[in-house]
Structure formats: C-alpha cells, structure tokens
C-alpha cells in the first residue's frame, strides 16, 4: 500500500514526500481510512509507529477538503515537548498546503499564542493546563472544532489532567470527530471514551512489549560502578546519539556534571528546568551538539528524536510500561538500536518484573574485565572515604512523577545540590577560638520563636497567580521587574559624598 491509494491532495502528498513517507505504517493504513470515513477513532499503539502521522495526515486531508477561516482541530498533548514535535509534523506535512497552526502550551509566549488563537489557526495543539489558561484570559470561539485529538490518554491520566481535559471537552461542539491515542487502556480512559466517542473504530497494536529493533541488555552491578560503567560502554560501543535516564532530578544535574567531568559531552532535560532550557537542551542533543543527554522520564514517551542509538536506564524504571516508553526512543520505525539497563541490588524487585516482562528479549551481561578489576580496589578506597562521613537517608521524595514533571510545581530549591558537613576536625587551638566566636555569636542569633515566626512568614507570602506550568521558572525574578527596578535606580540621585554632600543635601530644602 502507498499513500496514494488514500487519494490525498497534492499538496499533501509533496509534504509526505518531502519528509520521506513512502507507504503509511501498520497504524496508519488503519486509522487513515477510518478518519478519512468520519469515524471516531481509538489507537492503541506501540511509540514509534507512526502514531502521529495517524491522525495529523488525516486531519490536514479533511481540513483541505472544506477550508474553513476559523480553527478546526484541537490537539491536546500531555507535554511540551509532545506538543511540539506534533506542531513540528503538522507542518513538515502541511508545509505546501498553507494549514497553519499554533502550539499553546507552558513556558513559551501567552500572548502570542493569545494572538494566533484570535486569528483563527487552522489547529491548536496544546498542553491542557496552558490552554485552560488561556481561555480564563480570551473568549475562545470553540464552536468550529471538528476535530478533536486526546494523544497519550493514558498520560493525561497519570498526570492529572483529565479534570482539564475534561472542562476542555465541555466547550466543544457535541457534533465533531473525536481521537484517542493511548499506549495503555486503563479503565478510565475507556470510560472516558464511552462519554466522549461515538461508536469508535478501535485500532489496537500489541503495546506494552518493546519493539524487536530494540537489543536489551542488562549489568547487575554496585551503584558506585555505574558511572564507569557508562564512560566505558560509551567509550566502546558504535552510537550516534544516546539518552540516559536517571529517576529523580537532582541525580539528572549530577549525572550531567559527573559525564561532563569525564569528558562526555552531555546535557540534560528534566521538569524543573524552564522551557527555552528545555528546548535548548532538546534542540543541543537533536542537532548532536550534544550528544548524550541524561533525563528524567519527561523524555521517555512520545518524544520522536532520529537516530538515536543507545538508551540507558542508569536507574532502573519503576514501572514495567516506563521501561518500555524508555527503551521506545530508540529502535524507532525501521531502526534498530540497543538499552541497557544498569541494575543495582536495591534495583532487584523492579528488574524482575521487567524481566517478567521481556523474557528472553533482554540479556544479561558480565561487567567488562576492566571494572572487574577496579571493583576490590575502589570498594577499600569507598570504605574508608564513606566511614567519616554520615551516611544520608534515602530521599524517596525526590523521584519525579509524571505530575511533578508536567506540571512543575516542585519547588526547585529542593533540586539543589545539598552540601555535606565537613567532618570535624581534630581540636586545635583555633577550633578552641572558633568556639568562643560561636558562643558569643549565637547570642546575636534569633530566638526559637523569632525563627518560627520568620518561617511562618514566608510562608504567607503570596504565591503568583501565573499557571502552575509557568510558575517552574518561579525563581527566576522577570525581566520586566529587573528592568524595572534597575530603572527606578538609575533614575534617583547618586548621594553626593562628604561636606559638599552635606551643603548638597540641604540645598533643595533652602531652595524651598
Ligand atoms: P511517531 O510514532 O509518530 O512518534 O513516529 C515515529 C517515527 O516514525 C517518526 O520519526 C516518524 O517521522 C516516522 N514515521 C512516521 N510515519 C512514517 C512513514 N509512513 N514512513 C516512514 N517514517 C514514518
């Protein structure tokens, strides 16, 4: 089968052609009939099929067909960085056939994207959360939707969003084509598809086993070797481009700062960065300024980067469907690609089911003869280095949930590398001095209840009004205020020093 037998427009077809779509994969050749037919659709398919050609090549198809001036599609995606590369596709394809589009969602421009709603784009793609805050702003004319895309249901779900997606969906025409992609069918999301879907085309490809493109391998080894381990394969084996994925953020920095130490050109991307690091990150590891790049889950699914050639689960994934949306990314249509899984002791009840999981498909590897030998070595070495300091509790708090990625709300104090406590030292006598100092300095500290209060204060301080999705760059103190600020300096007067100050000062006074 081509893309011919669709009989699509021509202007279509030069898009296909020039992104080099010779024939639809398995997911299209379903589904594109299907929406070309006016039917509701529900996908269930494996990343990396074509998933999204599913739906944008019909839709531009049928927006060709009956041109109309105001916006006819709503897609809404779990993420940015999906919402994106869905913008990206519609127009790569729709580049010869003048379908515009817009990209709402959180951390990029508000009013531009306020204004390319007013104009009426042809489709809207969008995070949830931005585009319910746009509509608290503008009266959005929702009238003209016909078609109406839910992409990573399932990942909607996790993250919390179906409230939103749901009050989205109330504003809509009852009369439209609704879409649903999901790699997993919880039983909200078929509830959810009985209340929004008439009569739905189900469309379902094995999902949740990993693509056979995809060679799994697996090293059980002590934390501590895990670093080597990477520079090692790195080192050896043949890549182009390899992702890392760590489960928390703090360990995402560091993992970052421990590569770039040991010469691995590495950038990193996770929930609590703004979205121009996101997106620099993202662009730096696309265009292979950087090639490696270590991440959270936040880049596990949907996510459509080339060629990428390694993944490794530098932490083992929680879930079994994580670690088949990880290894995902690569191995996409028609490439192969390699994971590897390092997996500690801690690691052992997650690995097993993943293994459960996979079976055969995944094998486990002996530790090259280097780290071998290194092993008794840095094990006396860590022994020693580890007993004069406190050992610190294990911070489950850190691993990013879906939600916390999405929609950022961790603080990002909390990301912060913490400083260990230097070990004390032997007493000296400027131990004796620094002692007295502290005494007669703690004196001036505040109280107990003085420090209570100054934390209760904080506390109440306001929290901004912006969208949860813009208050991650929370730290950040706006341009506008900068500048502001920085004015409102510039412009009141320099204090004029000594006598000459003094007679200056009182002048405007006598002048009066
Ligand atoms: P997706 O599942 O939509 O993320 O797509 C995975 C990858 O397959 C992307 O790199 C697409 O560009 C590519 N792709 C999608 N459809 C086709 C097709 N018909 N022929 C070749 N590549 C495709």
């Known amino acids: ?42 996908g269930a398919a494996q990343t990396g099929t074509g998933k999204t050609g599913a739906f944008v090549i019909p839709i531009i198809e049928q927006i060709l ?8 599609a709503l897609i809404l995606s779990p993420t940015r960085e999906l919402a994106q590369q869905i913008d990206e596709q519609i127009f790569a394809l729709g580049y010869h056939t003048g379908i515009s589009s817009a990209n709402v969602i959180g951390g990029a421009d508000f009013s531009k994207q306020a204004q390319a709603i007013r104009a009426g784009v042809d489709i809207i793609v969008a995070t949830p959360g931005r585009l319910i805050d746009q509509t608290k ?3 959005i004319d929702f009238s003209h939707i016909k078609y109406l895309v839910l992409d990573e249901a399932d990942r909607m779900l996790d993250m919390g969003f179906l409230p939103d997606v749901t009050k989205i969906i109330d504003k809509l025409p009852k009369e439209r084509q609704t879409l649903l992609f999901s790699a997993t069918m919880p039983a909200q999301i078929k509830n959810l598809a009985k209340k929004i879907m008439k009569q739905p085309v189900k469309i379902e490809f094995e999902v949740s086993t990993p693509a056979e493109s995809v060679e799994q391998h697996a090293y059980q080894l002590h934390p501590n070797k895990k670093v080597d381990l990477v520079v090692h394969l790195l080192e050896t084996l043949e890549w182009e481009s390899c992702i890392i994925f760590s489960a928390t953020k703090r360990g995402t920095d560091k993992l970052e700062r421990t590569l770039n130490k040991r010469g691995i050109n590495a950038g990193s991307i996770h929930g609590d960065r703004d979205q121009d690091e996101r997106n620099k990150a993202l662009n730096a590891f696309k265009n292979k300024t950087t090639p490696v790049i270590v991440a959270t889950d936040v880049l596990a699914r949907g996510i459509d980067i080339a060629n990428v050639s390694v993944i490794i689960n530098f932490d083992v994934p929680r879930a079994v469907d994580d670690y088949i949306h990880r290894i995902g990314r690569t191995g996409r249509y028609d490439k192969s690609g390699i994971a590897i899984t390092l997996v500690s002791r801690n690691d052992g009840k997650y690995f097993h089911d993943i293994r459960a999981k996979v079976k055969d498909q995944l094998k486990e590897k002996d530790l090259p003869d280097a780290l071998k030998r290194g092993d008794s070595k840095k094990k006396s070495s860590r022994r020693k280095h580890t007993s004069s300091k406190p050992k610190s509790k294990k911070k489950h708090q850190n691993t990013e949930t879906d939600k916390q990625q999405s929609k950022d709300t961790s603080a990002s104090s909390s990301q912060k590398p913490r400083r260990r406590r230097k070990p004390a030292s ?11 100092k502290a005494k007669r300095d703690s004196a001036k500290k505040p109280k107990p209840d003085q420090k209570k209060k100054a934390r209760e204060n904080k506390r109440k301080e306001p929290v901004s009004s912006q969208s949860k999705e813009q208050s991650s760059a929370g730290n950040v103190i706006p341009a506008e205020r900068i500048k502001k600020a920085t004015k409102r300096n510039q412009n009141s007067p320099k204090p004029a020093k000594g006598i000459w100050g003094l007679v200056k000062s009182f002048l405007p006074k006598i002048g009066k």
């Open 65 to 72: 067909k009956d041109p109309s001036e105001h916006t006819q």
């Open 426 to 436: 032997p007493q000296s006598k400027g131990q004796k001095k620094q002692e007295k």
């Open 137 to 139: 702003v503008l009266d």
């Open 1 to 42: 089968m081509t893309f011919n037998d669709f009989d699509l427009h021509n202007e279509l077809q030069s898009g296909l052609r020039d992104i080099g779509y010779k024939e639809p994969t398995p997911i299209q050749e379903e589904s594109i009939p299907a929406i070309l037919n006016q039917k509701d659709v529900i």
